[in-house]
């Protein structure tokens, strides 16, 4: 599905309208696309989106999405903030597929990542994991 009217929030069609299909929204992949993908389905920006964009390196914007995984994690699994290893592997804090996509449309929606599941659950690290969304 590509862009077009569908997506129009005051249009005709429902999808733009209906949280349930904001995962189907179509993203422009690049750099020129970052600030379109900093809005979700309801028009709220996302702080990782507004935290990219004002990356001057790499290593920066690895910090900015290890913290929202983190941050993520905590939530998911309700640990304290100071169990998250970077160092250790996403399933060692209980990742499976489930939470694999939550993860995947999270980066979706707030970064405009496309990162597939089986890389977040064949990844060594959380850092391995960081560095390939950032690739």
């Not at 970052?34 to 028009?43: E, L």
């Not at 993520?72 to 250790?88: H, Y």
């Not at 209980?94 to 496309?114: K, P, R, Y």
């Not at 890389?119 to 690290?125: E, L």
């Amino acid at each position: 599905m590509g862009p077009g009217p569908q997506w129009d929030p005051l249009g005709k069609s429902q999808m733009a309208r209906d949280a349930r299909f904001a995962a189907l929204k179509w993203y422009e992949t690049g750099a020129g696309s970052r600030k379109d993908a900093n809005v979700g389905a309801q028009g709220h920006t996302h702080a990782l989106g507004r935290k990219l964009t004002r990356v001057q390196s790499c290593e920066a914007a690895v910090e900015a999405i290890c913290q929202t995984i983190a941050v993520k994690l905590v939530a998911i699994f309700m640990l304290p903030a100071d169990d998250i290893n970077l160092r250790q592997s996403p399933t060692q804090y209980g990742v499976d597929s489930f939470v694999a996509v939550e993860l995947c449309n999270m980066l979706v929606l707030q970064d405009g990542a496309i990162i597939s599941i089986f890389n977040i659950m064949q990844s060594s690290t959380l850092a391995a994991l960081t560095l390939d969304i950032v690739r």
